[in-house]
T-cell receptor, first 115, second 111 residues
Framework: DAKTTQPTSMDCAEGRAANLPCNHSTISGNEYVYWYRQIHSQGPQYIIHGLKNNETNEMASLIITEDRKSSTLILPHATLRDTAVYYCIVRVAGDSGGGADGLTFGKGTHLIIQP | NAGVTQTPKFRILKIGQSMTLQCTQDMNHNYMYWYRQDPGMGLKLIYYSVGAGITDKGEVPNGYNVSRSTTEDFPLRLELAAPSQTSVYFC??????????FGPGTRLTVT
């Protein structure tokens, strides 16, 4: 799996858009970008994923650069409940074809929404 | 749907004791996983299963065992608990694509 780099922490004002960057310069052509978040003491929660096109769902938008070496997760109107650790994960979809079939979580970005 | 449920929520074990962490999902997912999360760290994969009767080791399997007799249940067994196994344990299941659904976790302390 490609390695990802994320800032350790970020602040954002409530009601503003939160933009969380992720670098994945060694991503392969068949690897997707996934975002999960973990609110304190809870299990991680899936947010969104994409391959090369920008994606949007009810929670967030995912912007992937044309060269796919970086991406940005956008929470359009952050609320206090969005305070969490956000994980950017790069992984092939479905069966890995060998090796451990799980997600590799780094330390993520601790996003703090300020009132 | 209840999703992924885990029991117990909290447990304190003495060194050398054994226990089973229970995990059940009601989404008919074939793939199930056990992760552990140490303080301030990301999750690490312990074991996973691609279907009933099939299990395999992840990154940190030592000291643990699993079984998968049904699609719904994926228990994690700790034999001879050690302080290094103090952690929060998460069970997860996934669809055929790659969205994983996580349980609420079991917080285990070994003293």
């Amino acid at each position: 799996d490609a390695k990802t780099t994320q800032p350790t922490s970020m602040d954002c004002a409530e009601g503003r858009a939160a933009n969380l960057p992720c670098n994945h310069s060694t991503i392969s052509g068949n690897e997707y970008v996934y975002w999960y978040r973990q609110i304190h003491s809870q299990g991680p929660q899936y947010i969104i994923h994409g391959l090369k096109n920008n994606e949007t769902n009810e929670m967030a938008s995912l912007i992937i650069t044309e060269d796919r070496k970086s991406s940005t997760l956008i929470l359009p109107h952050a609320t206090l409940r969005d305070t969490a650790v956000y994980y950017c994960i790069v992984r092939v979809a479905g069966d890995s074809g060998g090796g451990a079939d799980g997600l590799t979580f780094g330390k993520g970005t601790h996003l703090i929404i300020q009132p | 749907n209840a999703g992924v449920t885990q029991t117990p929520k909290f447990r304190i074990l003495k060194i050398g004791q054994s226990m089973t962490l229970q995990c059940t999902q009601d989404m008919n997912h074939n793939y199930m996983y056990w992760y552990r999360q140490d303080p301030g760290m990301g999750l690490k994969l312990i074991y996973y299963s691609v279907g009933a009767g099939i299990t395999d080791k992840g990154e940190v399997p030592n000291g643990y065992n699993v079984s998968r007799s049904t699609t719904e249940d994926f228990p994690l067994r700790l034999e001879l608990a050690a302080p290094s196994q103090t952690s929060v344990y998460f069970c997860a299941s996934r669809t055929n694509f790659y969205e994983q659904y996580f349980g609420p976790g079991t917080r285990l302390t070994v003293t």
